[in-house]
Nanobody, 116 residues
Framework: QVQLVESGGGLVQAGGSLRLSCAASGSGFSVNAMGWYRQAPGKQRELVAHITTTGYITYADPVKGRFTISRDNAKNTVYLQMNSLKPEDTAVYYC??????????WGQGTQVTVSS
């Protein structure tokens, strides 16, 4: 069974930075694309950033120029560096991964709160 374990959320003032990590654990699996999503209270979950195994990256417009997604394929880990954070970035952040044969797997979510 494959699990995604996230870390790095927390409380930060506007203009600050946080770095999220998400590691896939288990055995006998292959990780394909990975991504970060977020869900604010009362809103639908939305894509933040997405990265393929070859490094092709997509960002949502609200985070372009402020967030950077990266991955370490050897560690099956994806990162999200978040700079110049705004109160509207406050949400629960979830990572997901496409796992060969298994399908889409989601992490448990990590809270990011940006105070004004």
């Amino acid at each position: 069974q494959v699990q995604l374990v996230e870390s790095g959320g927390g409380l930060v003032q506007a203009g600050g930075s946080l770095r999220l990590s998400c590691a896939a654990s288990g055995s006998g699996f292959s990780v394909n694309a990975m991504g970060w999503y977020r869900q604010a209270p009362g809103k639908q979950r939305e894509l933040v950033a997405h990265i393929t195994t070859t490094g092709y990256i997509t960002y949502a417009d609200p985070v372009k120029g402020r967030f950077t997604i990266s991955r370490d394929n050897a560690k099956n880990t994806v990162y999200l560096q978040m700079n110049s954070l705004k109160p509207e970035d406050t949400a629960v952040y979830y990572c997901n991964a496409q796992i060969t044969v298994v399908g889409i797997v989601w992490g448990q979510g990590t809270q990011v709160t940006v105070s004004s």
